[in-house]
């Protein structure tokens, strides 16, 4: 068996997190590197959730997802951002 296989079939809906301080454009931030490598975001495609405490907040996008290759460039993206503590 290959081991580069993906276990995805593409396309697909992918929904990548990405979570950070609270502060007023962290979403914005998130959906503008998402929107690099996915342009056409889809209306409903971004959900926001905010921590108990309110200090962090978890922005999860749903992207149509065209390949491993796609996903690997977003999350590069990301996780080179340090405004973003963490990505999934």
Known sequence: MDTDESLLEFPCDFPIKAMGEATEDFDALVVSLIRRHSPDLLEG???SKSSKGGRYLSVTVTIKAQSREQLDRIYM???AEKRILMAL
């Open 45 to 47: 495609a971004v959900k």
């Open 77 to 79: 993206d990301l996780t």
